[in-house]
């Protein structure tokens, strides 16, 4: 039976607050080249609503992007994206960029968005998987059993 798992809340909530403070930013930057000064409630106020734009998008996100864990492999489903990997193809667990990643010689990319498909492509995202996106600790969760023990 798949098994599903999706976006942590701490990547949901990082994604969010980084979208909040460059939008904090941009807003006092914008509102001093605009008005020469900062009007604090003008801030506040437009912040609020950016707020509410940022985390309806993180958890948009977080509500669309679903890892499924098969017998014969994993799926990960994305807006306007859907990576399939098969164990078979499993290179192992890799650190990238500092990050841990489950690496496949390769991944079938299928979207209807042809540039969703040259991004993923070009980051590398058809042949890995960020592990701490879905996994607090990936060595006791299901997925450690399914990683062939010759990667």
Known sequence: MP???R?????????????????????????????????TERVISILVVFGMMCFLFAYYQRRVTVLTLT???LEVAMP????TFRWSDCSG?????????????????ATNVDRAGKHM???GLDRRIILRH????????????????SA
């Open 3 to 5: 098994q599903r798992y």
């Open 7 to 39: 976006l942590r809340w701490a990547v949901t909530l990082t994604r969010f607050l980084v979208s909040l403070v460059v939008s904090l930013g941009l807003i006092l930057l914008i509102e001093f080249l605009r008005a020469g000064s900062v009007r």
């Open 71 to 73: 017998a014969d492999g």
């Open 80 to 83: 306007e994206v859907v990576v």
């Open 93 to 109: 667990v890799a650190t990238i960029s500092g990050r841990e990643c489950l690496t496949f010689t390769t991944g079938a990319v």
């Open 121 to 123: 492509r070009r980051q």
């Open 134 to 149: 879905y996994f607090a600790d990936w060595r006791t969760s299901p997925l450690a059993q399914h990683i062939p023990t």
